[in-house]
């Protein structure tokens, strides 16, 4: 008889009357995982992550509890677990997966950094809370940084450019309009406020290249990347941003690939209700479009959450493959999203749906993934597969020593301020230059030229692997060349995700 836990092609989710599987052709199809605390929500995302690891898929995962860093470390061999593994018919197997630890703060992982430029005046104006003509002043702040072309790249950069925006007020308003102290004010004190919560580590270079996190093992499996977020979770408005920033970017720079034989990176959105909450209509109907148009190019997002209702419906309806823990039904709002929960389902005469959501034991999920012709199956009364690794939190000394195997150990450890716009500006202001016009557009490509022939010096083909120096250079020239691209392009992203590329 071969083994449950390696059918090609497949990933074990569970077990109801058969086996129930994740068909690795549609994990680009997205997925949610709901249902209340402590119901085993954590064990499903493990389990999954695991499978598609296995497969050669590279996993992105927010950890908010810290529960699912054990993931790094082989299975402790738990009588629970064990347990599970006979009553369902598995053989329980240690394994060790192996992981990428990040963090935005740079405390529990490899420092996560993108620039200003690349975040956007839609995305930043969802981090700073700013009202309607607000996030109108940051566009133009935004525009005149083009046409000057003076690269935003840190959080000090943005305040120069408020400062000079404001002093050249008068000049702009004819032709962007209205550009008020009382506005331009607003917008440096919530700068101040999210300097405060300690974002000014992450807006920086060298930038996250998406790229990496694609990027397979030596052994033909995936890295499971794990964004630490117990610290960052306590500023949602970050936390949400910049898991969509991250959606965005794949987005943009992932070629189509239609329907692939596998996903080339599933995406793991937990708490996913902070990415809805108070989301102006501009950015719902941009979340809306990336997560329908990212499948695509490969890449599957897993929304875990409590509760349906956390998901707006419009996204709700793409997500195909589904495994829903138990809920209570305590308060009007709460038999709502179990009614709401079984009504997404396709129904089994078997049992009563919106009854058994309320009667699940922990571990124990309504599953329905979707079945070979794309359409979803029956619903299915499922005892989730043990993880084969570790459940539960590994200790600092252990992820020290994932870390110093990390292959990007060095590449964005050190940060690099080159010059932009904050130290262009001084310049100006010290009369060291004289500085474009206000309004007149900037040359193209002077700089790109430069960095490419620095790069061509630098890091050419000698069989050579270039030092921790080289690398942190070599970056942040990729990153530079990122944020200078084409006024086309950059105008072009802006209108989508409100990236600058």
Excluded at 10 to 34: F, P, S, T
Excluded at 459 to 478: C, D, E, H, L, M
Aim: net charge neutral; with cysteine; charged share 20%.
């Amino acid at each position: 008889m071969s083994d449950p836990q390696n059918v090609p092609g497949k990933i074990l989710v569970g077990k109801a009357e058969d086996y129930i599987y994740l068909l690795l052709r549609y994990g680009n199809r997205h997925g949610l995982v709901a249902g209340a605390t402590g119901t085993g929500k954590t064990v499903t995302l493990q389990k999954l992550a695991e499978g598609f690891c296995n497969a050669g898929t590279c996993v992105f995962a927010a950890d908010v509890k810290g529960d699912l860093s054990g993931i790094a470390m082989p299975g402790d061999g738990a009588k629970p677990f064990v347990a599970r593994a006979q009553e369902i018919g598995l053989t329980y197997e240690p394994d060790q997966f192996h992981c990428v630890f990040w963090d935005l703060f740079g405390e529990k992982g490899h420092p996560v950094r993108a620039t200003i430029a690349e975040m956007g005046p839609l995305l930043l104006a969802r981090i700073l809370q700013l009202n309607e003509i607000q996030e109108g002043v940051l566009n133009i702040v935004f525009r005149v940084a083009d046409e000057q072309g003076l690269a935003l790249l840190d959080l000090k950069d943005l305040r120069a450019m408020l400062t000079f925006v404001a002093q050249n007020a008068s000049d702009l308003q004819q032709r962007y309009g209205n550009v008020s102290a009382a506005s331009i004010g607003a917008i440096q004190r919530q700068l101040l406020v999210l300097e405060n919560q300690g974002a000014e580590k992450f807006f920086g270079e060298p930038a996250l290249d998406i790229m990496d996190l694609l990027k397979p093992d030596i052994d033909g499996r995936g890295f499971i990347h794990i964004l630490k977020a117990e610290k960052l979770i306590r500023s949602p408005d970050l936390y949400a941003t910049f898991l969509f920033w991250l959606l965005s970017e794949l987005f943009a720079k992932l070629p189509e690939v239609g329907d692939p034989d596998k996903p080339k990176l599933v995406f793991f959105f937990d708490e996913a209700h902070l990415l809805f909450n108070d989301a102006p209509k501009a950015l719902l109907s941009a979340i809306e479009q990336v997560v329908r148009l990212i499948r695509s190019k490969g890449v599957g997002v897993y929304f875990v959450t409590q509760s349906p209702l956390d998901v707006p419906d419009i996204v709700l309806g793409q997500l195909g493959n589904r495994a829903q823990h138990a809920l209570r039904a305590f308060t009007p709002r709460d038999q709502k999203a179990v009614r709401t929960a079984a009504e997404t389902f396709r129904q089994n005469p078997a049992f009563n749906t919106e009854d058994a959501i309320t009667k699940l034991n922990v571990g124990e999920a309504l599953v329905s993934m979707l079945e070979g012709s794309g359409a979803p199956a029956m619903v299915a009364r499922a005892k989730i597969a043990p993880p084969q690794s570790r459940v539960g939190p590994i200790t600092d000394a252990e992820l020290q020593e994932v870390q110093e195997s990390s292959p990007f150990k060095g590449k964005y450890d050190q940060t690099i301020d080159r010059e932009s716009a904050f130290e262009i500006l001084q310049a100006r202001a010290q009369g060291r230059t004289s500085g474009a016009p206000v309004g007149a557009n900037a040359p193209e490509g002077g700089l790109l030229s430069k960095i490419g022939s620095g790069l061509g010096d630098l890091f050419a083909p000698n069989g050579k692997r270039p030092s921790v120096a080289q690398s942190a250079i070599r970056s942040a020239a990729t990153s530079a060349a990122r944020t200078v691209g084409s006024a086309i392009a950059r105008e072009i992203l802006r209108g989508i995700t409100g990236g600058v590329k």
